[in-house]
């Protein structure tokens, strides 16, 4: 429908004839060996999925039939299939899947297997996937697993439905007729997920609230576990470092005092007897206000530990987040989490995680890496991505972010050798990790179609896919899902896909282009604020960032200034050293440098830097226009959604680039280039 509420799982009509009768021949009906709510899922998708392809129901059979979908994992196939199925169980892991055509009692059938249910799960959105790409699926060889264990959703939703930094309405939990009330909504977010692999959702606030914790909210949690389970979806919850005191009575939160820790083992236990696979908690802990062990005199290891101890008997873990800078601390807020949490590496349990943002700010448009990545060998360390576009133009602008998250996962971070990728740092390989995952700050919210921006669900979309694998370049990701969500017809696909993927490098041009960052306007972070001087905190104005001033522009983090360069490898220090060899995106990240600073192409910073603007304004534009022409393509209600949104965009780069330019022009004091239209 119009609407978007079906996302990339439209199963839209096959209208040629030929593919329909090509895929008919190939799925005759569905066989299941074995029985559990995963492959009630699974039949149940393929039931829809055929609903929706070929205006037919699919019969359950009781036997095999020529050219039937043949389901069961690994431990109940008969032994013919799995001697002709043994070197694909090679190839995948405990979360892949096989999807094969194979000649069973002399039938053709396609058979979907893995090792366990979810595997099959998988499977199963994957076969209808490549119905949904209109691929050929008479000859289906396809074995697949993921390469990253925890893949999960972290919702900012607080108890009383307000999202943080979400601008897609509220919170889908509906936490007062939980348990009770079962809605729609959380069976097609499951499914939603498991359609790109998310095996786990975090449904609170990191800025948490301890009554999630409590007896009556943890009846609340179980119904929704209950939902995603069949899903292969795991529930997590946030922790509040000082819920032994908020709502267990006790005069302190100290992790080494014995009864703060029997009290966190207490109520892991109640938990995992209501919610036998539950993941664990992640721990916002002395950043931004938030209690923790610092609070004691204890470090971030003990408050870790001592909850990672009270996990692991049910093999829970701890997703213990390293976005950690303190106001007392004087030193550039892009260097705290590193100088707090190297020293302590090795320290942390096999079962926590360190989750760190891509970058050492806060989710700009465009950050360098972050340096913990790659500096904590010893220590599990797993990426947070934020798919909630707080600093990018929230559900108003259309950013494609996995292209942003493509150019974070494919740095080298240097750190052992060459090729040192952060990707591999995610994944375990650079280091041997045995524990790894990757987190999204989730874009969803009450809105129809989830996201608000009707593009936003790329985002969700592409998060999923680089959680499954990180080396999958942006451009497949963008085709997919256009494909899935509009049209297959190449005349919208081509152009949508180029459209998407330059949209990344647009926002960070009429935002924050050359290494600019953090001068949004101050807390709720939309539209321009370079102005930004007066707050709580010197590190959440805008002027800590960009250092304008009569003689320049820029942050020095080179030796001779806040020195966080030091923090990343040799050969990114004397790359980065230079204005003259530093990639000019990261420019002004690392360098505070004159207006007539010259640069590569003979201009000077200045009028560098207005054209930067002046082309985010100009790539937006193209957007407008590319979009005009897509209306074949697209139902008039998502239509003109983005048409409406997409003007939005156009006036609001050019108020970024009015309002930055003439904020920076009184330090410059030089004239704006002629290509500059007189602001309106
Ligand atoms: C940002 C964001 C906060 C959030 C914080 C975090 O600072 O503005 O709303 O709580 O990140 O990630 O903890």
């Not at 074995?34 to 129901?57: C, I, M, N, R, W």
């Not at 348990?179 to 909504?185: F, G």
């Not at 601390?329 to 892009?334: L, V």
């Not at 969500?485 to 990344?504: C, K, Q």
Request: one cysteine or more; aromatic letters at 12%; hydrophobic letters at 40%.
């Amino acid at each position: 429908s119009g609407n978007g509420y079906d996302l990339w799982l439209r199963y839209d009509k096959i209208t040629d004839v030929h593919l329909k009768q090509s895929y008919l021949n190939n799925l005759s009906s569905v066989y299941k060996f074995g029985a559990s709510p995963s492959l009630d899922v699974a039949t149940k998708e393929l039931v829809t999925g055929f609903h929706g392809f070929f205006e037919a129901q699919i019969s359950k059979a009781a036997k095999i039939e020529k050219n039937a979908i043949v389901l069961g994992t690994k431990e109940n196939l008969p032994q013919e299939l799995l001697s002709i199925l043994n070197s694909d169980f090679e190839k995948i892991n405990e979360e892949g899947y096989i999807l094969k055509k194979v000649t069973y009692q002399g039938k053709k059938i396609t058979i979907i297997t893995a090792k366990t249910d979810v595997g099959i799960v998988y499977g199963t959105f994957r076969l209808l996937k490549e119905i949904q790409l209109h691929h050929e699926i008479s000859a289906l060889d396809i074995q697949d697993s993921p390469k990253i264990q925890k893949r999960v959703l972290n919702h900012w939703d607080n108890l009383d439905r307000t999202v943080e930094r979400g601008y897609a309405g509220f919170s889908i939990w509906d936490w007062h007729h939980l348990p009770d009330l079962i809605k729609t909504e959380y069976i097609d977010y499951a499914r939603a997920n498991a359609s790109i692999g998310i095996n786990g959702t975090v449904l609170t606030n990191v800025n948490a609230n301890a009554l999630v914790l409590t007896e009556q909210y943890i009846t609340k949690v179980k119904a929704l576990a209950d939902v995603f389970r069949p899903f292969g979806i795991q529930v997590y919850l946030t922790a509040r470092f000082s819920a032994p005191m908020e709502i267990g009575g006790l005069k302190t939160a100290d992790p080494l005092a014995p009864e703060v820790r029997a009290w966190w083992s207490k109520k892991t236990n109640e938990i995992y007897a209501e919610i036998p696979d539950f993941g664990g908690f992640v721990v916002k802990a002395n950043s931004e206000g938030q209690p923790g062990p610092r609070n004691y005199d204890r470090s971030h290891v003990d408050g870790a530990n001592m909850l990672a101890d009270a996990l692991a008997p049910h093999k829970g873990i701890v997703m213990w987040r390293a976005f950690v800078y303190s106001e007392e601390n004087p030193d550039d807020r892009a260097k705290q989490a590193y100088s707090e949490f190297v020293p302590v590496d090795g320290d942390f349990r096999e079962n926590v995680l360190l989750q760190v943002k891509n970058g050492a700010i806060d989710f700009q448009p465009r950050e360098p890496f972050h340096p913990l990545f790659g500096a904590m060998p010893d220590t599990n360390i797993m990426m947070e991505f934020q798919i909630t576009q707080e600093y990018l133009g929230f559900s108003s602008h259309l950013v494609f972010l996995p292209k942003m998250w493509e150019e974070v996962l494919n740095e080298d971070t240097f750190t052992h050798g060459e090729n040192a990728t952060v990707a591999k740092v995610i994944d375990g390989s650079l280091s041997n990790r045995k524990l790894t995952g990757m987190a999204g700050v989730a874009n969803i919210g009450t809105e129809k179609n989830w996201t608000g921006h009707p593009f936003g669900q790329a985002n969700w979309y592409g998060f999923g896919r680089l959680a499954w694998d990180p080396y999958l370049d942006s451009k497949t990701i963008t085709k997919d899902w256009l494909q899935m969500t509009f049209t297959n017809d190449d005349g919208f696909v081509t152009p949508m896909a180029e459209l998407m993927i330059d949209s990344r490098e647009a926002v960070v041009n009429y935002m924050t282009p050359l290494g600019l960052h953090h001068i949004m306007d101050a807390g709720h972070h939309y539209g321009p604020g370079p102005w930004i001087k007066d707050m709580p905190r010197a590190d959440w104005t805008s002027v800590y960032y960009h250092k304008a001033d009569s003689l320049g522009i820029g942050f020095d983090r080179t030796v001779s200034g806040s020195d966080a360069l030091s923090q990343y490898a040799l050969q990114i220090q004397k790359k980065y050293d230079s204005p003259e060899t530093i990639p000019q995106k990261y420019l002004l990240w690392f360098h505070h440098l004159p207006w007539n600073y010259k640069m590569e192409n003979g201009q000077n910073l200045w009028i560098n830097l207005a054209s930067k603007y002046q082309e985010g304004v100009e790539e937006v534009e193209k957007m407008n226009t590319t979009w005009s022409k897509m209306k074949p393509f697209v139902d008039n209600e998502r239509f003109n959604k983005v048409a409406s949104l997409l003007k939005i965009q156009l006036k609001e780069a050019k108020w970024w680039r009015d309002a930055c330019l003439l904020y920076f022009q009184q330090f410059s004091k030089m004239e704006l280039p002629q290509f500059i239209p007189t602001p309106e």
